[in-house]
């Protein structure tokens, strides 16, 4: 009898987060609240919290990166229990970036094609916020709004899912090698002048510069990471 005690408050706050998180209006890429927010707004243990993050992690419905919190994943990029688990496991960062430059530039070309006002306004605001951005951490969830607005831009449902589950799988992967010698990106960090290209790609219609100022970002994020181009 106890057991199955157990068993139904273990479900009840998988249920409880759940429910917080659709609630709440979160989307992929958003951060979730710190367990001790958690704890209190759930009022739930801090053993049978970690439970339910463990199952919703393994369900891809939330990914965790040690040291920056939890965030929402894509309701896209499952397709079984724990594949991004496994995928962040088995791919390099180089790979990983190898595939973002097989997949971004093009969909920056069917974003300059396809692109609605509201969708280039969207990108333009994501843009600026990542210009504005105070911390590393605060640019980088920006730079991934960024990212996702123009994959969003497409008009293309496919794209997009191929883009949140490529993207579910870059948060996943530990970046190890990235030193930050900074507080926050400098003025003159390269990607603001990078997203300037882009987005003036997309608002002017040139899928072709659009293609190709999506690859010279992603060429200069990968020497930042590994002296690749």
């Known amino acids: ?33 710190s367990e001790r927010e958690l704890i209190v707004r759930l009022d739930v243990t801090r053993a049978r919290l970690r439970k339910a993050l463990d199952t919703l992690e393994h369900e891809g419905a939330i990914w965790r990166h040690v040291g920056k919190g939890t965030f929402i994943a894509s309701p896209r990029v499952m397709s079984g229990p724990g594949n991004l688990a496994i995928l962040s496991q088995q791919v390099t960062p180089v790979q990983l970036m190898r595939a973002r430059l ?9 974003a300059a094609l396809n692109a609605s006002q509201e969708a280039v306004r969207q990108l333009r605001e994501s843009r600026d916020r990542a210009m504005s951005a105070t911390t590393w951490d605060a640019y980088e969830a920006q730079d991934d709004n960024f990212h996702r607005a123009l994959a969003e831009a497409t008009e293309n449902v496919l794209l997009l899912s191929l883009f949140d589950h490529l993207n579910a799988v870059r948060r996943a992967v530990a970046w190890n090698t990235v030193m930050r010698s900074s507080t926050s990106p400098a003025r003159t960090h390269s990607s603001f002048a990078e997203h300037d290209a882009i987005v003036a790609a997309v608002e002017g219609r040139n899928p072709t510069e659009a293609h190709a100022a999506m690859r010279t970002h992603l060429g200069s994020v990968a020497a930042r990471l590994f002296g690749e181009t």
């Open 1 to 33: 009898m106890l057991m199955n005690a157990v068993s139904v408050d273990a479900d009840d706050v998988v249920a409880k987060l759940r429910s917080f998180i659709e609630d709440g209006g979160y989307k992929p890429g958003d951060r979730l609240d």
């Open 102 to 110: 097989s997949l971004e530039p093009e969909i920056a070309r069917e």
